[in-house]
């Protein structure tokens, strides 16, 4: 059977269940800071996003302008929320161990951010050593940049176009395809929308998947299409 070369996991909201958490902190920043959102907003149309990239969408958006102190609140008030109340999406300590491909994580959060939560949720031994956050990169660009992907492929010897990606966004899945890599969509975390799926699939998801024991029989089916 054809193994990929790599499988990529994005980490919030695809193994903790933390874009809700941040969500809703962010919302209720934004809001008071003048801009008045909701967490289910944040989490539909943001996702993926780090939150200065979301507070610049927003200051474009509405022509608000927002204090830079902004993103250092939020990401103090968000770290916290996470160190307390993260959790890992269920079914995904077995799921990650089934990928026989080498594996790592691509992320917008920070290596500290990812760190704590996936040893919380002990996750951590799965991928130690194989943690490529976009802010630590090369060209520090964050998805739907493609650099963390290709930063990530380039450092494990991995064809981009050999490479499978998990992602909850539509923002992950740009940067992605972008990069040449496939993707399967995922939408089993708190966050997830009616009309997600469709969202996931349109930005370039070959298929998507809503619960862990699927992906196992997904990996083999598309690695034994892209043989074909």
């Not at 939150?51 to 302008?65: G, R, S, T, V």
Request: hydrophobic residues 45%; charged residues 25%; aromatic residues 6%.
């Amino acid at each position: 059977m054809p193994q990929p070369d790599l499988v990529i996991f994005d980490c919030d909201g695809v193994l903790v269940d933390s874009e809700i958490i941040a969500a809703r902190v962010e919302a209720e920043l934004i809001t008071e800071a003048g801009f008045e959102i909701s967490a289910e907003e944040i989490a539909e149309t943001y996702a993926g996003l780090t939150f200065k990239d979301i507070m610049m969408a927003i200051e474009h958006k509405a022509n608000i302008p927002f204090q830079a102190s902004l993103i250092t609140r939020a990401e103090e008030l968000v770290d916290r929320k996470l160190r307390s109340d993260v959790r890992a999406i269920d079914g995904v300590h077995q799921a990650v161990a089934s990928v026989t491909a080498p594996r790592c994580i691509c992320s917008n959060s920070s290596s500290e951010r990812i760190a704590f939560m996936l040893e919380k949720v002990r996750l951590l031994p799965l991928f130690e050593g194989r943690i490529f956050s976009a802010l630590e990169t090369p060209t520090k660009k964050t998805k739907p940049a493609p650099d963390v992907f290709l930063h990530a492929a380039q450092v494990l010897h991995a064809d981009p176009a050999k490479t499978f990606v998990i992602e909850d966004s539509a923002h992950g899945i740009h940067g992605a395809r972008a990069a040449g890599m496939r993707v399967i969509g995922f939408t089993g975390a708190s966050h997830s929308y009616p009309g997600h799926a469709d969202i996931l699939t349109e930005a370039g998801a070959e298929t998507v998947i809503n619960r862990w024991s699927d992906l196992k029989g997904v990996l083999a089916a598309l690695s034994e299409w892209t043989d074909a």
